[in-house]
């Protein structure tokens, strides 16, 4: 399976890439897989959570996502600012348009349930979906989805196979780990970041890569500038203000005053990751980077890298090619995935990400970037995926910010040296899969463990 940069970076809404755009698109994909005649038949569909998602699918909006897939609405497309209309008008009529087309009863409260109790065996965030004509006593179809981070869906089938149906598909260099990477580039006396253009090439064409390049970049920066700027709370019932707007305006304040220290630039950069993930904990536009829940980690290093680097167009898509590559990686050989591995899966591998798009922009040698890597995953392993009430506001939105600072300290460690090192990306990404299995799931996306616990015992 080739895991493509359009594959790993998906424009969506927030706050979850796991909880709310994979089954927004499992919703919808359950309606559009019917067998031929069964759709006209439907006058009733419900769906039954599992795992993490029964656990803080309330807290992330899975509710509303599933809502939205119903309706026929993509995470890329859907307006974000009619959600609210649109989801108010469903429970007022107790109603709901499939597809956008023909309307069918629907109660939320009644056909959404949440089984706290089982858990599937092929992963934690499992949906199984029933449609019924006019009994509710037998559906006339019945299928069972699973998202499995960043927005990824599968069946079981796919499950078994590894990827999704129409993932095979053949580039000229392929890769499944880093180390086959990096002998291709050597054989090639290639950057790493063209043997990848060339992959991205094969598959869409010059034009439409570099066109999706551009549209991931402004849509990352679009969120943080946004973020930047809007003031207020964020919603779930936690009572979390919006700090970015406050940290940005004092970062104006101070420039050009004498004795700022030069750490504080690093006050940019979780400015930037944070304004990123309150859009994302409110519902707003953002980009699976390589998930929402890290969604501002990748942004906030690469605006760093235009800001403050100098990095030009070009070097944002080498940035681009080899985070994406690197995500794949992540996903391919461990997970993505919080209810699955914890946040060393998300926070953890977008720092990974960003840490070797950075140095691919800096024009850090092969060898380099993957020290970057490699540095930054290990010192995000072990980390738990534990948001309080279900949201994802704390610990993650600061924790993008850290995880952005530290993918920054990777590269530059990296740089420094030659790019030997004993603990490869490949080996640190497989740490990460073992520590996953080993992690309780308690501390995997259920808010039963860890930080989640820390407000109910105040």
């Known amino acids: 399976m080739y895991i493509s940069l359009t594959d790993l970076f998906k424009i969506g809404i927030g706050p979850s890439s796991s909880h709310t755009v994979g089954p927004m698109r499992a919703a919808r994909r359950f309606l559009i897989e019917l067998p031929e005649g ?13 795992g993490s998602l029964a656990h803080t699918g309330q807290g992330h909006g899975t509710d509303i996502a599933l809502q939205l897939g119903f309706s026929g609405e993509l995470p890329d497309v859907v307006d974000t600012v009619a959600i609210p209309q649109m989801i108010a008008a469903i429970s007022r009529s107790e109603s709901i348009k499939l597809l956008d087309e023909r309307a069918i009863r629907f109660q939320p409260m009644l056909d959404i349930r949440y089984n706290l109790k089982d858990v599937l065996p092929l992963h934690s965030n499992a949906m199984t979906f029933r449609a019924y ?6 559906p006339i179809a019945k299928r069972t989805l699973y998202s499995i981070g960043g927005g990824f869906i599968i069946d079981e089938d796919e499950a078994f196979v590894g990827s999704p149906r129409g993932g095979e598909v053949s580039v000229p260099h392929p890769f499944s780990h880093m180390v086959e990477l990096l002998a291709r580039s050597s054989e090639a006396k290639l950057p790493m970041s063209e043997l990848l253009r060339a992959n ?7 034009v439409a890569t570099r066109e999706f390049l551009d549209r991931i970049t402004k849509t990352f920066f679009d969120c943080i500038d946004k973020g930047l700027h809007t003031r207020g709370q964020l919603p779930g019932g936690l009572n979390v203000k919006r700090r970015a707007p406050d940290i940005h305006y004092q970062l104006l304040v101070e420039r ?3 004795g700022i220290a030069p750490h504080k630039v690093l006050d940019w950069v979780s400015a930037y990751a944070i304004a990123v993930n309150e859009e994302n904990a409110a519902g707003g536009r953002v980009v699976t980077a ?18 403050f680097c100098n990095v030009d167009r070009a070097g944002q898509h080498e940035f681009l090619l080899v985070a994406s590559a ?16 914890g946040c060393q899966g998300e926070v953890g591998s977008a720092a990974a990400m960003a840490a070797a798009g950075l140095a691919a922009a800096l024009g850090a040698s092969n060898e380099q970037i993957e020290n970057a890597a490699e540095i930054a995953l290990e010192h995000h392993l072990g980390m738990t995926c534990d948001p309080i009430g279900g949201l994802v506001q704390i610990p993650c939105i600061e924790r993008n910010a850290m995880g952005a600072v530290k993918a920054i300290s990777a590269t530059s460690l990296a740089m420094r040296g030659d790019g030997t090192h004993r603990v490869s990306l490949d080996q640190a990404i497989d740490t990460m899969r073992r520590t996953g299995a080993d992690m309780q799931s308690k501390y995997k996306e259920t808010s039963q463990g860890g930080l989640a616990l820390a407000q109910v015992e105040c």
């Open 256 to 258: 050009g005053q004498r």
């Open 38 to 50: 069964v759709l006209a038949k439907v006058t009733r569909v419900r769906v039954e959570l599992f």
């Open 290 to 307: 390589p998930t929402n829940g890290a969604a501002g980690v990748v942004p906030a290093v690469l605006r760093y890298a235009q800001d």
């Open 326 to 341: 690197v995500g794949a990686l992540c996903k391919m050989n461990a997970s993505i995935s919080g209810a699955e591995v």
């Open 200 to 206: 991205e090439y094969h598959l869409r064409g010059e």
């Open 133 to 138: 004509s006019d009994s509710l006593s037998e």
